[in-house]
């Protein structure tokens, strides 16, 4: 075929995909107010993937009801016929967000979104059947939730003084922050503790001893071996409360790749649906290892160590990290979690790993990062934690083996394609 024709096949191509992709624009819009109600109630990154999750469950399920291509998560009926799409997916979304954020997220700016997403929309039949489809599905994915457990804290106290377990760290001595997650019923997973993770490195160990002296060799808050791009790397990756988060911070990107590879409406609902259940049961499956094995901080282990708790270990009592400890245990960490399960959903559903993309940062506003691989990236955030002096080794690569399983197990059993395509 002439070049010219080529060109012209191409322009053909893209005019006619126009339409549909321009309605997968409100699951990246939803998405978008998801991601800005996680700032502004600064949501806890468990809590924020558990309400992601529920939101791109309810809106899979209502484009799903329409499409019937896959299994849906919950809601597995057919939508009534001659529905408006758009006001449907709009209606779930903002019945989902009000309910689980509510008033921490400005109900103003989510009715804002909702009239605008309706006024776009002509009156009808159609938009009247949308909305109460999507009000449908996402008041029976809420119900099914709201038996979850994520109400439901548990008892403490979870600190403890002997040797090995975690204990508050300065500054703040904060207790235990969501003990109670790791109960949580999960999304996708048989149970919380389907893929918790093999014991850490023994106590005594010479492993634990030299855990402990590379944090203290590059997580040091002053005269650390680390390059200026590592230290950089642990506020760029900090994902702390007040921004996305970091199952948030791979919304964002995903947002980005949904765009580059133009997704179709049912395509990018998809996509937001397995990338969010896959790090909701990242969470509960990390806080599951955490609150299991309730390992020390590095910054405790480095001040306490003895040589009767470790021969092989030096202390050195004067050591700050150079970021600020998370209130829960250390092994495994939920960064290294969150940013593997999502990274390999990512990978799963586009087919590779080699997508090189670029991505900003809520913690260090201005600047950007460009990584040629998924896997590169996933890589970089879990050495932010040990650049940061906050976890040790086995807790980045422990918890980056168990997202990658997590999120294989989630790719290969949830929205899975369906057989046939039955009659509408």
């Known amino acids: ?64 009801g329409v499409t019937r291509t896959h299994t849906g998560w919950l809601v597995r009926e057919a939508a009534p016929a001659g529905l408006d799409l758009d006001a449907a997916i709009a209606a779930a979304a903002h019945t989902t967000i009000l309910a689980l954020w509510g008033q921490a997220a400005n109900p103003e700016n989510i009715n804002a979104a909702y009239a605008t997403a309706l006024a776009a929309i002509p009156d009808g039949a159609a938009k009247t059947a949308g909305i109460a489809w999507g009000k449908t599905v996402a008041a029976r994915i809420l119900a099914a939730r709201a038996t979850a457990g994520l109400d439901k804290p548990l008892p403490g106290p979870f600190a403890s003084t002997e040797p090995g377990k975690w204990r508050e760290t300065p500054p703040g001595f904060r207790p235990a922050v969501l003990p109670h997650v790791a109960k949580v019923t999960p999304f996708v997973m048989t149970s919380p503790d389907q893929f918790r993770a ?62 580059r590879h133009r997704l179709s409406t049912p395509e990018c609902a998809r996509l937001f649906a397995l990338l969010n259940l896959a790090c909701a049961d990242a969470g509960i499956s990390c806080w599951d290892s955490k609150f299991h094995y309730s390992t020390w901080r590095p910054e405790t282990a480095i001040r306490e160590v ?70 590169d990236a996933r890589k970089e955030i879990g050495m932010s934690r040990v650049w940061g002096g906050i976890h040790f080794m086995s807790d980045n690569l422990v918890g980056q083996e168990c997202g990658l399983k997590l999120a294989d197990y989630v790719f290969a059993t949830a929205l899975q394609p369906v057989a046939t395509r039955p009659a509408h």
Not at 201 to 206: F, K, N, R, T, V
Request: hydrophobic fraction near 45%; charged fraction near 20%; glycine fraction near 4%.
């Open 198 to 259: 093999p014991p850490p490195p023994a106590l005594d160990s010479q492993e634990h001893a030299e855990e402990i002296a590379y944090v203290v060799k590059v997580g040091a808050r002053d005269g650390a071996e680390r390059t200026e791009y590592e230290t950089l790397a642990a506020p760029f990756w900090a994902d702390d409360l007040g921004s996305a988060t970091p199952p948030g911070h791979w919304n964002v990107i995903a947002q980005d790749l949904a765009r």
């Open 1 to 64: 075929m002439k070049p010219t024709r080529l060109l012209v096949s191409a322009l053909a191509a893209v005019l006619l995909a126009c339409p549909p992709l321009r309605a997968a624009a409100p699951v990246l819009d939803w998405n978008d107010q998801a991601l800005n109600a996680i700032r502004l109630a600064r949501t806890p990154p468990p809590i924020a993937a558990q309400h992601l999750a529920s939101l791109h469950a309810a809106i899979f399920d209502t484009v799903n």
């Open 306 to 375: 003895t040589p009767e708790i470790n021969p092989h270990a030096e202390a050195h009592p004067d050591f700050i990290p150079l970021m600020a400890s998370p209130a829960f245990p250390s092994y495994t960490s939920g960064h290294s979690t969150f940013s593997a399960a999502a990274s390999r959903i990512v990978e799963r559903f586009f087919g590779t790993d080699d997508i090189e993309f670029t991505t900003s940062s809520d913690g260090l506003p201005g600047a950007v990062r460009t990584f040629k691989k998924l896997s």
